[in-house]
């Protein structure tokens, strides 16, 4: 009786062998990112063996009949069986001696605090970004870059783990740049960080408030706070990262010029605080997206999310036709965002690695609330698929539940 890793093993290869029908089948061996030429017929398939590692795990503990022991585990049998010594016939087994399947985190690298990650960060320290990646590593070590697209490639370069990216605000609305690097970039979303962002404004020591006529800052927070700037009546000049704009009013010494940024930031900086939230919405939220180079194997365990990127063909109603496959099963959209495509192509990564140019009318970027590892979802996107000119899973990844 081999209730051992070959029995997962078994199941796990067996499972996967029909994943080439599947396209995103093939996520749990590390990529579901790109659906491609997919021929689908879930009827027919192991959906459930190929793309649920919740079933995985439960068909990993059927006991294999025909597998004879090896030398190893019948002499690991003799001498440690959980055979009761009243029982000598060994009718009663210990259950707690057999193997465990897997779980997901057992397959995770790192601790959940995140102590061996690296997470690259768009900013100076004390940036936003950079308190996104402590809330979802703790014991992380930031690592500060100049831009957005510095951060994706340290990623990619393996020189960090994870970079965090800004994707949209409460006042804001999406950061559509940030859009077009997700795209452009193959990075997989492994989470998501939804955080409360209190802008102070700072000046220098000694400064007033009355006296500041020129405020520096990210052009998203300056947006953030646009009635108090013009009721201050100040001159707004943008800068990389709210951070970075504290660090410039340290450098430039003057008396006139603020910053908005953190409270955090000022002492860092050692710049005062001449207000507090200053942001037009009380409720000012910054929901960030956690990138890795690989995706994570989806669950079953908690509230998922899923971010697709799709177009889709010319015609009438094609768009209502792409809703309605996330509507006929009850699946809730949380964020539908698009992109135009008319005047440059962008450089659709697949698969193979290589690089196609291809040109788009429009993308459409959707966050459905639901995990790969169910059916519906599955189903939907085999929907999809068969109308759509292209579509690519960015990430399925745990909701941030905790704000
Ligand atoms: O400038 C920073 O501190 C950032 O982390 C960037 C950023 C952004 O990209 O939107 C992050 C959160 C706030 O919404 C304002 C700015």
């Known amino acids: 009786m081999g209730l051992s890793m070959m029995a997962l093993k078994g199941v796990f290869i067996s499972g996967c062998a029909k994943a080439p029908q599947l396209g995103f089948a093939n996520g749990l061996s590390g990529n579901y990112g790109l659906i ?5 017929d879930l009827d027919k398939c192991c959906k459930w063996e190929c793309c649920s590692f919740g079933v995985l795990a439960q068909k990993a503990i059927t006991p294999v009949e025909d597998e004879k022991p090896t030398v190893r585990e ?4 003799a001498a440690n069986d959980g055979v009761h010594e009243n029982d000598p016939k060994g009718f009663h087994k ?3 001696l057999l ?3 897997l779980t997901a985190v057992d397959l995770s690298s790192a601790p959940s605090d995140g102590s061996k990650v690296r997470v690259a960060y768009q900013g100076a320290p004390g940036a ?3 308190d996104a990646a402590l809330k979802a590593y703790p014991k992380c070590e930031p690592v500060p870059c100049e831009e957005f697209e510095a951060a994706f490639k340290a990623v990619e370069l393996w020189l960090v783990d994870k970079a965090v990216l800004s994707i949209e605000n409460s006042v804001g609305g999406s950061i559509h740049r940030n859009y077009d690097l997700l795209l452009r970039h193959r990075l997989h979303i492994v989470g998501e960080v939804q955080m409360r962002i209190d802008h102070c404004l700072l000046g220098l020591p000694g400064a007033r408030k009355e006296e500041i006529k020129r405020v520096m800052s990210h052009p998203q927070a300056l947006a953030q706070c646009e009635t108090t700037l013009t009721d201050l009546g100040v001159v707004k000049v943008g800068a990389l990262d709210t951070a970075g704009a504290a660090q410039l009013v340290v450098t430039e010494g003057a008396r006139d010029t603020g910053a908005i940024a953190s409270a955090r930031a000022a002492d860092i900086y050692g710049l005062n605080v001449l207000a507090e939230r200053i942001q037009d919405d009380e409720e000012n939220i910054t929901r960030f997206l956690i990138l890795a180079r690989d995706p994570i194997i989806p669950g079953l365990d908690r509230p998922y999310k899923t971010s697709i990127v799709f177009s889709l063909e010319q015609g009438p109603g094609v768009l209502f036709k792409a809703l ?4 006929l099963r009850g699946i809730n959209l949380s964020k539908i965002e698009s992109r135009p495509q008319q005047q440059r192509p962008l450089r659709v990564v697949d698969d193979s690695n290589e690089g196609t140019a291809k040109y788009f009318d429009y993308l459409f970027y959707i966050d459905f609330e639901a995990s790969m590892a169910e059916p519906r979802a599955q189903s939907a996107l085999g929907n999809l698929q068969e109308f759509a000119r292209f579509l690519r899973v960015l990430g399925c990844y745990p909701m941030d539940t905790a704000l």
């Open 94 to 96: 210990d259950l707690n």
């Open 99 to 101: 193997p465990k399947p």
């Open 128 to 130: 936003y970004c950079e």
């Open 324 to 327: 309605a496959v996330f509507a």
């Open 74 to 77: 019948v002499e690991a049998s």
């Open 36 to 40: 491609k030429n997919l021929r689908y």
